[in-house]
């Protein structure tokens, strides 16, 4: 994915599962760093952009927050 759009509090599917088998985090930060925050454990992850770009499978866009 290289064009891919995605704004603070969205959630997001990774490829990869978390060590607590879930795949599902929300964007914490948006910046020149990615912090996402796993929906099942509450762990918080830093990545740079791109690095989130390679890992990321799919943004939901979270519609009942955008203005
Ligand atoms: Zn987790």
């Known amino acids: 994915m290289n064009n ?4 603070l509090n969205d ?3 990774m ?3 978390h060590a607590c088998q879930t795949n599902l985090w ?4 948006n910046g020149a760093d990615i ?4 929906k099942n454990c509450g762990r918080e992850i830093m990545m ?3 690095e989130f770009m390679k890992k990321v ?3 939901i866009t979270n519609e009942k927050t955008a203005n």
């Open 4 to 7: 891919i759009s995605f704004q």
């Open 11 to 13: 959630e997001v599917i």
């Open 15 to 17: 490829k990869k599962k």
């Open 26 to 29: 929300i964007i914490t930060r």
């Open 35 to 38: 912090k996402i925050k796993c």
């Open 48 to 50: 740079d952009r791109l």
């Open 57 to 59: 499978k799919k943004v």
